[in-house]
């Protein structure tokens, strides 16, 4: 499985969690499933939504990447609209091309593309991803 090195591990002040320590090697990986999301979601959630989001067109752009240790769970949330499988989609595997549709990321999350209002959401810190150092056990 693939880390992504400087992705960050969470959303800033929130248990919500945007990446994945080790891979489940027994089943394979959680699959990706498509989540609706529905208008009245919690505005946490939505936040959620909108910073795994930001950090991904920060981390990779409009480029293919790697499901890797990202979080199934996020990753769900914002599959089959803003990112999309690269071929056919495998959802349990942890090799699965992604890629953010730009287009359909604008329309949906319009406030990460304005340049003047975009939102912090506080990844600009030296520990972006959580952990003081590579083994991930934050010592």
Known sequence: MLKHRGFPGRLPGTDYQFTIRRAVNKKGATPLTRRERFRDRKPADKRADAG??????QHFGDQPFERGNLDAGRLSWLLGREVVAVGTLNPTDYEQLLQVDMTC???????????????????DDDDADGWDDDDGTGR
């Open 52 to 57: 795994f989001l930001a950090a991904l067109i």
């Open 105 to 123: 990321a604008e329309a949906s999350f319009p406030q990460l593309f304005a340049s003047d209002s975009a939102p912090d959401f506080g990844w």
